[in-house]
């Protein structure tokens, strides 16, 4: 070596402390938010190319990007691949399932919407399904070992008449179409009437003085939200 040759510094052996020829010696770069940015922004671009979403506008873009910086999630994970799908295409996840509220039919068409946009597959569309359910209702689901869970078509069409054949469900649906029914062009007061009182058997089958004073007002809250037309003929 000739003497004006620089020697590069070297660094010391990890394992007996000896130096290294050729390697630098220099303090370990801490990582700072500006690093942590650029990592992010890089791996949210790779999300966006994986889901063929380069062309969103940029509000959008940015959009999304602060919800997943928001709730702290990494750019390529499933979920936040699901959430930016979600934004995209501009769907939701369902709300539990309450024979209540809504029929089972009701709620399948919406559960339907979400997965077919999500692009799930049939295992997990029928795996996720009865995280949806109530209590009651996912117990018996859980239980009906006769269930085809190959085919969501069939699964679905099982869970329904399962669900469906179930006194309690009757009852529940009964009182939810009773606070959503209402007079038929061309029915009269009495048939409208009449249709409401079978609703209302069904809805409140019990005879106790209790059950018959609640059957009582619900039809009637339900007559006078329902009547359309009170000069059809009686």
Known sequence: MSSGEKVPLAAPDAANGAVTPGSTVGPAHPR???????????????????????DLPEDNKEGIKALLKLQRAVGVTPAA??????????VRKPAMYSPSTTTMRQFICGYEAYVQAMRFSVDVIIDGFITYLDPKSQERVSKAGHLD?????????????????????????????IRNISQKAGETVHEFGERLRDLANIGFPNTDPLSVATRESAMKDAFAAGIKNDEVGI
């Open 81 to 90: 691949k699901d959430e930016v799908r979600m934004i995209t295409l501009g």
């Open 32 to 54: 700072t938010v500006r690093d942590e940015n650029i990592e992010f922004d890089a791996k949210f671009e790779e999300m966006l190319r994986q889901e063929n979403l380069q």
């Open 149 to 177: 869970k190959t085919s969501w078509q069939e699964y679905k069409k099982g869970v329904v008449k399962l669900l469906e054949d179930s006194s309690t469900y009757n009852e529940l649906s009964a009182r939810f179409n």
